[in-house]
């Protein structure tokens, strides 16, 4: 049961639509904070001290032309796309044009992303792994890129390699969580016990086709005073609730945070706070991507 719902709006600012009603039964918090974040965004806290579970939500009008994403990639260091940086760091360097970011995919001790990672149309790594893919002109997309020879990274659509098309961004992940509305296999939960089948701090994405709205998802974890995380099955079911068709699993653990106004708003689980990381996934705004041509 909600026992209070606060608001951040500020006078002439719209208040963000109210959670749904699957949503605050599946999540059963004790307070809601809605906060309104700019034209079609919207940042949602949900606190469940049972479990607990502390939840982190951005809700994104994708029909919102001026706002887009980008691929936040960690500073070069060693060769191209290796390095880590903090989520709030990566957001910082860019100024004030990305409203909002979390952790981004999976990456190697050296810095290097796991899955697929393209950066302004740039193809920097192609791996079958499941990605998002988003273009200013395209239906945002999840998936698993595939390579057409050695001259074409299919994301949904075709960006050419090595020249890219300057409009792609493409981040990883693992696992695909939601397909078509369906479950995707048992979520590793027999292959990987210790990663799906116990709680974590978790960040996903998930796309809500019919209402045209992407959610991303933080959830602390580790933290018994304040939230213990989610199995897969359980994020996968909080994404269920949030009436998603497709979602993704991005990394976790101490690598999951959501920055927003230019610092985190969810708790890391690490005690030095956020954890350095090799990308992560902004949400840009600039009203030059309503002028971009397919």
């Known amino acids: 049961m909600v026992l209070a719902l606060l608001s951040g709006c500020r006078p002439g600012e719209e208040y963000p639509p109210p959670p749904s009603d699957t949503l605050l039964e599946f999540v059963d918090p004790v307070v809601v904070d809605a906060v309104p974040a700019g034209p079609g965004l919207a940042y949602y806290a949900l606190q469940n001290n049972v479990e607990p579970w502390a939840v982190h939500?951005?809700?994104?009008?994708?029909?919102?032309?001026?706002?887009?994403?980008?691929?936040?990639?960690?500073?070069?260091s060693g060769g191209e796309?290796?390095?880590?940086?903090?989520?709030?760091?990566?957001?910082?360097?860019?100024?004030?044009?990305?409203?909002?970011?979390?952790?981004?995919?999976?990456?190697?001790?050296?810095?290097?992303p796991v899955g697929t990672e393209v950066v302004r149309g740039q193809p920097r790594r192609a791996r079958g792994r499941p990605a998002l893919a988003w273009h200013p002109r395209r239906k945002l997309w999840m998936g698993t890129p595939e390579l057409e020879g050695d001259s074409v990274l299919v994301v949904g659509w075709g960006v050419p390699r090595p020249g890219g098309d300057g409009k792609t961004e493409v981040i990883g992940g693992f696992p695909l969580l939601l397909e078509a509305g369906r479950r995707v296999g048992d979520l590793e939960v027999s292959a990987r016990p210790s990663f799906a089948a116990e709680r974590h701090p978790r960040t996903a994405v998930g796309l809500d086709s019919?209402?045209?709205?992407?959610?991303?998802?933080?959830?602390?974890?580790r933290q018994p005073d304040h939230s213990m995380g989610m199995t897969l099955p359980e994020l996968t079911a909080l994404m269920e609730a949030l009436e998603v068709e497709e979602a993704?699993?991005?990394?976790?653990?101490?690598?999951?945070?959501?920055?927003?106004?230019?610092?985190?708003?969810?708790?890391?689980?690490?005690?030095?706070?956020?954890?350095?990381v090799a990308n992560a996934l902004g949400i840009l705004k600039d009203p030059a991507l309503c002028r971009i041509g397919p």
């Open 57 to 76: 939500l951005l809700r994104l009008e994708l029909s919102q032309c001026e706002l887009g994403f980008r691929v936040l990639e960690a500073p070069v």
């Open 81 to 112: 796309g290796q390095g880590r940086s903090r989520v709030s760091e990566l957001v910082a360097s860019r100024g004030e044009e990305i409203l909002a970011a979390v952790n981004g995919d999976f990456f190697t001790v050296e810095g290097l």
């Open 210 to 221: 019919d209402r045209d709205v992407l959610w991303i998802v933080v959830v602390d974890g």
């Open 248 to 276: 993704i699993n991005l990394d976790g653990g101490g690598s999951s945070v959501m920055v927003l106004d230019g610092g985190p708003v969810s708790r890391p689980s690490d005690a030095d706070g956020e954890r350095p």
